[in-house]
């Protein structure tokens, strides 16, 4: 018998949310204009600081809702039933505001989204959306 101590089972997941701000093909560039592309990332990265990982990823193949911000939950948001919000056409700095805000208060599982924030939410093709899952 092993007198070596048992590890305690992880939990699947991060501890604090994840913002994923799309800046591929269409998101974050020129092809988008009239948005500050680098500022809104700062933003996040500002705004959220510890409360979550803000991160720019590569295409999320949804262009035609650039630019693409998508936000995970955390573990404790997961096991609160808490899934993946994508959020499209993220074109203005209030909307940056109100994904931050919301993402610092908890974020999807644990808070409410502001209701403003329904008027960019959208579902991705399922391919997709289990690209980001994995």
């Known amino acids: 018998m092993s ?3 048992r590890k305690a089972a992880q939990v699947p997941g991060t501890p604090r949310p994840t913002v994923s701000v799309c800046r ?3 998101c974050g560039t020129p092809k988008i204009p009239d948005v500050d592309h680098a500022g809104q990332l700062a933003e996040l990265r500002r705004s959220l600081g510890e409360a979550a990982t803000v ?12 630019n693409v911000i998508v936000v995970q939950p955390s573990a404790e948001g997961r096991r609160a ?3 993946p919000v994508w959020l499209g056409l993220v074109n203005d700095r209030d909307a ?6 919301w993402t610092e208060a908890g ?16 579902r991705p093709s399922r391919r997709v959306q289990r690209e980001l899952d994995h």
Do not use: H, M, N, S
């Open 107 to 122: 974020g999807p599982g644990l808070v409410d989204p502001p209701e403003i924030l329904g008027l960019y939410t959208f």
């Open 24 to 26: 591929g093909c269409c």
């Open 96 to 101: 940056v505001k109100d994904i931050a805000a």
């Open 81 to 83: 039933g808490g899934r």
């Open 3 to 5: 007198r070596r101590p």
């Open 55 to 66: 991160r720019a990823v590569d295409c999320l193949d949804a262009c035609e809702q650039a």
